[in-house]
C-alpha cells in the first residue's frame, strides 16, 4: 500500500436496499493499468463515480497520493489530478475539436475574474499558453490536424480520442477510463491499446479502466479486479483472472470467450 498512488480503502455504496458496491479495495500504483470488469450492473461505473466525487461512499475511504479525497466535490478531485471519461461520449457537439479541449483546460486557468473581465495582459497571456498548450496536446493525440472541425463530425474511435484529450487537458496523474472501447471493432480496438499505452508513458499516468471487451482488458491491464454483484470475487493478473473458475462462472460464462 505504501507504494499506492490512488487507494480505496473498503468502500461501500449503499442506495437505499441496495448494496451497488461492498468493500470495495484497490491498490493501484502510479503508471499501473488496472481494468475492473463485470457484468452489468456489477458497480463499476459507481466505483468511479465514488472514487470522482459524484457520490461520496456509504463507507470506506479514498486516498489519492496520501491525502484523504472522500468525500471532495468532483471539481477539487479533477484540480487534485484525477481526470475521468464517461461511457457515453460527452462532447459539445457545437464546438470544435479544439475548443473542446480549450474547455477541460480551463480547470489550469490561473487568473482572477476581474483580470479575465477586464482582459489584462497577465490573462491574455494565460490564454495563449493555454491555446499553444492544447494544440501541442493535439499533436500528441495526433488530432492537431483536425483542430478546427467540429467534434461530432469526427470518426467514432477519433471522438473516443478526443475525450482522452479532453480529460488528459486537466493534467492529471491519474485517468478514469469508462468503457473506452465501446462501439469499436477489433481494429479500433487495437489501435486504442496502442493509444493508451502510449499515453501512460508520454503523461506517466495511470490508468484505470471499466471495459468488456476482454481483448483490450486482458492484452493491456497489468492488473484487473472482478466486479460481480457488487462484491470483488477476484483480482490478479490477467493470466490469474483467466484461469480463476469463479470468474469464469460468474462472468465470463466459457473459456473461449476470453481466449
Ligand atoms: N444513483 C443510483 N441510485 C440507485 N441505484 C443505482 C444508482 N446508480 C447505480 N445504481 C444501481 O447500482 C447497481 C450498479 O450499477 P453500475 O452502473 O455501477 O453498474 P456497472 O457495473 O457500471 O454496469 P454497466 O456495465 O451496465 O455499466 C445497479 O443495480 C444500478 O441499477
Redesign the pocket.
Known sequence: MGNSLLVTDNITMQ?GG?R?VSDLALQIAPRQIVGLI?P???????AFNMITGVYKPTLGKISFDGKDITGLKPNQITELGIARTF?NIRLFSSMSVLENVLLSKHVRLKANPLEAILGLPRYSKARKRHYEECMELLDQVQLADLADEKATSLPYGKQRRLEIARALATQPQVILLDEPAAGMNPQESLELMEFIAKIREQFGLTVLM?EHHMEVVMGICEHIVV?DHGVTIAQGTPTEIQNNQQVIEAYLGAVDEIA
Open positions: 442506495f441496495l451497488a463485470g452489468n450492473g456489477a458497480g463499476k461505473t459507481t461511457q471499466i466486479l
